[in-house]
């Protein structure tokens, strides 16, 4: 699979992509500037499919096992990565914009970002799409932004994934919760403040762009309440 980028953030990506030697990512083929050969998916299982039809718990402990390998230490230092902070400069605008649950989760974000633990090399868009199928590879991920900082932030986007049905379905976000935090090993409120903070960004983007926001605000809305219960 040749990919080609064209924007910055792309490029960024595939150098993070080589840096995991094939370690819970597609294996780097070639590289040169913005063009990156990538091994092929040749598997039929979707992930996205296992969420709508009854396997919910099944694809988020997937992708948490994948993640747990993409933040796995290694003995070479990572290429440059944009800091989280950078990434979420557009969440503020936005929130003295529009207020309500963007004022909410632009003040979480500030509260975490000041306070990042466990710094790693972070993927960026971890969602069902990004986690395929390799057959006898097994699952591994694709397509990262390249960021660095708190390795809790990988696992927020999954939750407004893989579509507005699953997403607002009654008690989802509170049972993956409970599912991604314990195969993650994460604190189940700081995990929900990311949710919150990602949702939120997200959400800005959406707007900005001339998107439909309404899962990304609705996902927020629903982690807010349960922060607040």
């Given at each position: 699979m040749l990919k080609v980028a064209l924007e910055a953030e792309e490029e960024v990506g595939g150098a993070l992509m080589e840096w995991w030697g094939g370690e819970g990512a597609a294996r780097v083929l070639a590289i040169e500037r913005n063009a990156i050969l990538l091994e092929r998916a040749q598997g039929k299982a979707s992930l996205a499919d296992f969420a709508r039809h009854g396997r919910d718990d099944e694809a988020s402990r997937i992708i948490c096992a994948v993640v747990t390998k993409l933040h796995a230490p290694r003995t070479e230092p990572?290429?440059?990565?944009?800091?989280?902070?950078?990434?979420?400069?557009?969440?503020?605008?936005?929130?003295?914009?529009?207020?309500?649950?963007?004022?909410?989760?632009?003040?979480?974000?500030?509260?975490?970002?000041?306070?990042?633990?466990?710094?790693?090399?972070?993927?960026?868009?971890?969602?069902?799409?990004?986690?395929?199928?390799?057959?006898?590879?097994?699952?591994?991920?694709i397509d990262p932004k390249g960021l660095i900082g708190e390795r809790g932030f990988d696992y927020a986007n999954?939750?407004?994934?893989?579509?507005?049905?699953?997403?607002?379905?009654?008690?989802?976000l509170a049972c993956?919760?409970?599912?991604?935090?314990?195969?993650?090993?994460?604190?189940?409120?700081?995990?929900?403040?990311?949710?919150?903070?990602?949702?939120?960004?997200?959400?800005?983007?959406?707007?900005?762009?001339?998107?439909?926001?309404?899962?990304?605000?609705?996902?927020?809305?629903?982690?807010?309440?349960?922060?607040?219960?």
């Open positions: 990572p290429p440059y990565l944009v800091p989280l902070q950078r990434w979420f400069r557009e969440l503020k605008p936005a929130a003295a914009a529009h207020g309500g649950i963007l004022a909410a989760s632009a003040a979480t974000a500030r509260e975490l970002l000041a306070a990042q633990r466990e710094v790693v090399a972070l993927h960026g868009d971890i969602h069902h799409g990004n986690i395929l199928d390799f057959g006898e590879r097994g699952w591994l991920a999954l939750f407004c994934n893989p579509d507005y049905e699953t997403a607002s379905a009654p008690g989802r993956q919760i409970e599912v991604v935090a314990g195969t993650a090993r994460l604190e189940r409120r700081r995990l929900l403040e990311w949710v919150l903070a990602w949702a939120g960004l997200s959400a800005a983007w959406h707007m900005g762009d001339g998107t439909p926001p309404e899962t990304a605000l609705l996902v927020a809305e629903i982690a807010a309440a349960q922060l607040s219960v």
